[in-house]
């Protein structure tokens, strides 16, 4: 079975500072994985996929098959980073989320 | 630009009730998804579609039925509501395997 483990629910990090979110998956096969942000009164979107290999607002992602995780990281973080969120597994079309992760950003 | 509308955005129903929540997507993508969201857990794909005509079971799809007759729609049906299906629902649609725009949710309390 497919399981996603985002381990913070709430996260604190101050402006310029670095910030990194954890994400840890159990998967038998090879995994596709994501991560969703939902800023606040906005919709839940995709931020980025690992195969990309992408840097979307700053964020990346590296995917560690040793370690069985997928951390979210951002050298210095800003205030519009507040938000939630989400790590996702992908099986065909059957996506894992975890439980999410609320990300304030204090001035 | 609508993106993912879904209908309605609140609810409150009886348990043993009925109902058919609605999703439309005006991007002409193929793929499209129902997922609900309890608290302290991440969203649980329902059902899902992969094209006109097309749906297939997903994690936690016991009690809904679903339905794709035009590309653009995908309707969740509760034929008889149970309190345990008190959650927050989101549509989804996407060109790729995995969900990309999201509707703003449908919150649906059972009594």
């Known amino acids: 079975a497919q399981r996603v483990t985002q381990p913070e629910k709430l996260l604190s990090v101050f402006k310029g500072a670095p910030v990194e979110l954890k994400c840890n998956y159990s998967?038998?096969?090879?995994?596709?994985l994501f991560w969703y942000v939902q800023y606040s009164r906005q919709r839940l979107q995709l931020l980025l996929r690992?195969?990309s290999r992408e840097s979307i607002k700053g964020f990346t992602a590296d995917l560690n098959k040793g370690e069985t995780s997928f951390h979210l990281k951002k050298p210095f973080a800003q205030e519009e980073d507040s938000a939630m969120y989400y790590c996702?597994?992908?099986?065909?079309?059957?996506?894992?989320f975890g439980a999410g992760t609320t990300v304030t950003v204090r001035a | 630009n609508a993106g993912v509308t879904q209908t309605p955005k609140f609810r409150v129903l009886k348990t043993g009730q009925s109902m058919t929540l609605l999703c439309a997507q005006d991007?002409?993508?193929?793929?499209m998804y129902w997922y609900r969201q309890d608290p302290g857990m991440g969203l649980r794909l329902i059902h899902y579609?992969?094209?006109?005509?097309?749906?297939a079971k997903g994690e936690v799809p016991d009690g809904y039925n679903v339905s794709r007759l035009k590309k653009q729609n995908f309707l969740l049906g509760l034929e008889s509501a149970a309190p345990s299906q008190t959650s927050v629902y989101f549509c989804?649609?996407?060109?790729?395997?995995?969900?990309?725009?999201f509707g703003d949710g449908t919150r649906l309390s059972i009594l």
């Open positions: 996702a597994l992908g099986n065909d079309y059957k996506l894992s």
């Open positions: 989804a649609s996407s060109y790729s395997k995995q969900p990309q725009h």
């Open positions: 998967y038998s096969g090879s995994p596709e």
């Open positions: 579609s992969v094209g006109e005509g097309t749906t």
């Open positions: 991007m002409n993508h193929e793929y």
């Open positions: 690992h195969i």
